[in-house]
């Protein structure tokens, strides 16, 4: 019983947010640093201990993660403004043909979910879509159910998007094995979600088409882009040198020349860096913008990722709390004795904290400190931890959630039509995604 006294306190202030989050509307910024706090002393940690705990929480979390966010935010920005996502999305989807189409979408949300911040994505690919659906004269909510499902996956699941980074981080999960496990998981489930659930939905075809803004394909025309094939290689650069440094370790191990250079471009913020680069070029100068117009793109960015950015600081807080606490252990030594998969408690821990805070970042990096304890008791891997947290996050979203708001008023929904659409294509996202996991854990 003694094991989940601190437990209890944990799931109270998990309450406690929901409350200052729902109810009061309290910024989840301040309500994230208000529980630790309250946590904290709720646990017995000294004053001292947890000014140590605030700075290290806040410094190590974005230290970690910071600049990865602020980077991948910078790429897709400069990918948007001068029509090259437009012209991967395009591409695909003409390749692909009507009777292919919603197949290509997924493969069009892979793509933009992996390389941009989930609300630039969402509002990048959802004039495209529409407009295809006119044009193949085809529902618009069953074309748009599957490139979202495949966004909002490949956001959760893969970096450079926030959550994946902060969990690869505070797991030490192996860059590599995630992109190479989570396509695994991926793949599944948003088959699942976006190709067999709008099967199921009676009634998405008679939703009335928004009004919604497209492209100036007349000043898209004024700028030069290169080959379809390098619009989709450049934000794939980091993935790549990041699975390419791990293939290349556990073909010559660590000494080689090779592999150190890949260590090297392969890390996250150089690889970040190498493509954001490649892209300020490509982009910008050789596609006719001037380096203040591709600049000002990464200004832009900046300035719409930073409260995500200061939120998932303060979520490292609480993390650190709970971690210093210890918390963790004490959820370890009570679930020891209990039947139930570590990965399975990892999820549904995740879940809680998301549909309290909102927040699918936040909800994976709180969750991290609460579980991460559970890897050496149980001796799970940690990409695999790490995989299912991140499906926990994608879940079935509240009313507290932007993104369930930001699908409403986009497509004029009622609340009821939300839930039956972005609400059950994340739930089959999340409980697909840890089977998967779980699958994974039994044949590795």
Not at 314 to 329: C, L, P, R, Y
């Amino acid at each position: 019983m003694e094991h989940w006294i601190p437990v209890l306190w944990v799931i109270f202030a998990i309450i406690l947010l929901l409350i200052l989050t729902v109810k009061v509307k309290l910024h989840s910024m301040i309500a994230l640093l208000l529980i630790a706090i309250f946590v904290a002393f709720a646990e017995g940690m000294d004053s001292t201990s947890l000014i140590k705990a605030v700075t290290q929480g806040a410094g190590s979390t974005l230290g970690g993660v910071g600049l990865i966010i602020v980077l991948g935010a910078a790429l897709g920005q400069l990918m948007t403004d001068c029509g090259a996502s437009k012209k991967i999305a395009d591409t695909i989807v003409a390749s692909c043909g009507e009777r292919f189409l919603r197949w290509g979408l997924l493969i069009v949300g892979t793509i933009f979910g992996v390389s941009m911040f989930f609300e630039v994505a969402f509002m990048v690919v959802v004039p495209l879509v529409i407009s295809i659906a006119k044009e193949a004269k085809i529902p618009y909510m069953v074309l748009i159910i599957p490139v979202l499902a495949a966004v909002a996956q490949a956001h959760s699941l893969l970096p450079p998007q926030p959550g994946p980074v902060a969990l690869m981080d505070a797991f030490g999960a192996d860059s590599g094995s995630i992109y190479l496990l989570g396509m695994i998981v991926l793949i599944p489930s948003v088959i699942c979600a976006g190709i067999i659930l709008p099967r199921f939905l009676k009634g998405i075809d008679t939703y009335a088409e928004p009004k919604l803004g497209s492209f100036k394909e007349e000043d898209l025309c004024n700028y030069k882009l290169p080959h379809f094939i390098i619009c989709l290689l450049i934000p794939l650069i980091p993935a790549l040198l990041m699975i390419g440094n791990t293939i290349l370790t556990g073909l010559y191990g660590t000494e080689n020349t090779l592999v150190h250079v890949f260590s090297f471009l392969g890390s996250p913020n150089i690889s970040l860096l190498l493509a954001v680069l490649i892209a300020v070029y490509v982009f910008g100068v050789r596609a006719g913008r001037t380096v203040a117009e591709a600049s000002e793109s990464i200004t832009v960015a900046i300035k719409g990722i930073s409260t995500v950015v200061l939120i998932i600081g303060a979520g490292g807080v609480f993390k650190e709390v709970i971690i210093n606490a210890g918390v963790g252990q004490h959820i370890a030594a009570a679930v020891t004795g209990l039947s139930i998969s570590p990965l399975i408690l990892a999820w549904i821990i995740t879940v809680i904290i998301r549909w309290a805070t909102g927040q699918g970042a936040v909800s994976a990096i709180t969750a991290a400190g609460i579980v991460g304890p559970l890897i050496p008791v149980f001796h799970v891997d940690p990409t695999l931890m790490m995989l299912a947290t991140a499906a926990g996050s994608n879940t079935i979203t509240m009313p507290n959630d932007a993104a369930f708001w930001l699908m409403k008023e986009t497509f004029n929904l009622s609340i009821g039509q939300t839930f039956k659409t972005w609400g059950l294509l994340e739930l089959v996202n999340s409980v697909v995604g840890l089977g998967m996991v779980l699958l994974l854990s039994f044949l590795l």
